[in-house]
């Protein structure tokens, strides 16, 4: 079956870093992917929609210069969370449409602690 | 605009008992409906969707869920339940052309020995 990874799967990093965080599509195309953020016992949000080849489209409320989007191929998009700060600490979790289907598939999530 | 509502936030069961999860949804065309399952710090896992057709679906691990236009729902049920589906179930909504998905607040199920 389909199959979206995420990397790294835990981070921690220190405030005023920056942390990339990876979403591969390992077995089908994703012209479009999505990121969300989870925090503890809260349902996921929907921060962004990634294209290949364009520029991100992100919800209303989250900081397109702070959460930098790139999508440079049909496998993979990056989240780079920017100048990060201990409130930035969550648990992001990417998902990717198939361009041959239209299923969505989820990735397995990264947990961002920022100290 | 498109949201989803469930309204039970923790619910806990016996094993073997049946289990239903309610879901409400708003939305202005026939929706694209999904019940997820979540486990601690893990990802997420598609149980069922709707998108037309009968309007019993049938998912996996012996989960189903019934599409009620009238009453704009889509509850999640379990005849019986093991202690291995404990965990946390997000309902969502998606938009026909781009695929958005909106996810209710979950509901957290426990199981009772």
């Known amino acids: 079956g389909a199959v979206v990874s995420q990397h790294p799967s835990r981070v921690i990093c220190k405030s005023g870093t920056s942390v990339k965080i990876e979403c591969r599509s390992l077995?089908?195309?994703?012209?479009?992917m999505f990121w969300y953020r989870q925090f503890p016992k809260q349902s996921l949000m929907l921060m962004a929609t990634s294209n290949e080849g364009s520029k991100a489209t992100y919800e209303q409320g989250v900081e397109k210069d702070k959460f930098l989007i790139n999508h440079a191929s049909l496998t993979l998009s990056t989240l780079t969370v920017t100048s990060a700060h201990p409130e930035d600490s969550s648990f992001y979790i990417c998902?990717?449409?198939?361009?041959?289907?239209?299923?969505?598939?989820f990735g397995p999530g990264t947990r961002l602690t920022v100290t | 605009a498109q949201s989803v509502t469930q309204p039970d936030i923790h619910i806990t069961v016996s094993e073997g008992a049946s289990l239903e999860l309610r879901c409400n949804y708003s939305y202005g065309a026939t929706p694209y409906l999904f019940w997820y399952v979540q486990s601690p710090g893990q990802g997420l896992q598609l149980l069922l969707k709707y998108f037309s057709g009968d309007t019993l679906v049938q998912g996996i691990k012996g989960f189903e869920a019934e599409f009620k236009r009238s009453q704009s729902s889509f509850n999640l049920r379990k005849p019986s339940v093991h202690w291995s589906d404990a965990a946390e179930y997000f309902c969502a909504v998606g938009e026909r052309s781009a695929s958005k998905i909106i996810f209710g607040s979950g509901t957290r199920l426990s199981i009772r020995p």
């Open positions: 998902s990717a449409r198939d361009t041959t289907t239209y299923e969505q598939y």
């Open positions: 077995d089908f195309q994703a012209t479009t």
